[in-house]
């Protein structure tokens, strides 16, 4: 359960502050339902209604992680790699699940596969797996700048610190 003024990640649009919990009713005739009121952080999001009791939404409402969880996320990556898959189609569905779930430690490892593989190939990936590897690093840089108050263009060295 969140509370007005929680900070939270919800599905895969980014993070948000809970502005408020109240009861709306959404045209004539609808019931009163009380609902989540979300604010994106970033700038020119639309506000998210999520029905407090539809579970299969509220699911999607999950807790940013701290400063704490995010050395324990790093430190539970070390030593550890995604496998290159190389069917290209076969790569981006899979890859395309792991940006869906936006569990930090498989993140943390996609982009360092994709990182390894455009300084293996003379050509750099492919505008798929250089689209993919944006997505994943912007998930990264969003989540854990704001948790640990950096500026996201020093999330990455923020990483590479903490790896070696």
Same mark, same amino acid.
């Given at each position: 359960?969140?509370?007005?003024?929680?900070?939270?990640?919800?599905?895969?649009?980014?993070?948000?502050?809970?502005?408020?919990? %109240?009861? &709306? /009713?959404?045209?004539? +005739?609808?019931? =009163?339902?009380?609902?989540?009121?979300?604010?994106?952080? $970033? *700038? #020119?999001?639309?506000?998210?209604?999520?029905?407090?009791?539809?579970?299969?939404?509220?699911?999607?409402?999950?807790?940013?992680?701290?400063?704490?969880?995010?050395? %324990?996320? &790093? /430190?539970?990556?070390? +030593?550890?790699? =995604?496998?290159?898959?190389?069917?290209?189609?076969?790569? $981006? *569905? #899979?890859?395309?699940?792991?940006?869906?779930?936006?569990?930090?430690?498989?993140?943390?490892?996609?982009?360092?596969?994709?990182?390894?593989?455009?300084?293996?190939?003379?050509?750099?990936?492919?505008?798929?797996?250089?689209?993919?590897?944006?997505?994943?690093?912007?998930?990264?840089?969003?989540?854990?700048?704001?948790?640990?108050?950096?500026?996201?263009?020093?999330?990455?060295?923020?990483?590479?610190?903490?790896?070696?």
């Amino acid at each position: 359960m969140f509370y007005k003024g929680d900070y939270l990640k919800y599905g895969a649009q980014g993070i948000f502050q809970v502005k408020d919990i %109240r009861p &709306i /009713r959404f045209g004539p +005739g609808a019931p =009163l339902q009380r609902y989540y009121v979300l604010q994106p952080i $970033a *700038a #020119g999001g639309a506000q998210v209604f999520v029905p407090a009791d539809n579970p299969l939404l509220t699911e999607r409402m999950q807790p940013v992680p701290t400063a704490e969880e995010i050395d %324990r996320i &790093i /430190r539970s990556v070390r +030593g550890h790699s =995604l496998p290159w898959i190389s069917d290209h189609k076969e790569r $981006a *569905a #899979g890859y395309q699940q792991i940006l869906t779930r936006r569990s930090e430690p498989e993140l943390l490892l996609l982009i360092g596969c994709l990182y390894q593989q455009s300084c293996r190939r003379a050509k750099g990936l492919s505008p798929a797996d250089s689209r993919i590897l944006k997505e994943a690093k912007g998930i990264i840089d969003e989540e854990f700048s704001f948790s640990l108050c950096l500026p996201a263009e020093e999330v990455g060295s923020y990483i590479r610190s903490r790896l070696t």
